[in-house]
């Protein structure tokens, strides 16, 4: 089941399947997040706030909307 990145719940881990196309998607490209990379969230901020996902070893906060963009799947489906 493919779904945004931004639904993940803590410490759940998913393989990103593809970046939605917007202006964001060449800097979410350039900064590591590329289909068929592991991510998972590290923590949510609250009140709609930023989320750190850990991205093969690397620390990245998105915004909640910027983390709509990238739809990912379960890594056991």
Sequence with gaps: MIRSAALLQHGE?????????SPYAINFL???LLPGKHISVV???PFGGPIAFLVDGHMIALRRTEAELIKVQPMNP
């Design 13 to 21: 881990q998913s393989i990103i399947d593809r970046i939605e196309d």
């Design 43 to 45: 923590q949510k901020a």
């Design 30 to 32: 350039e900064i590591g």
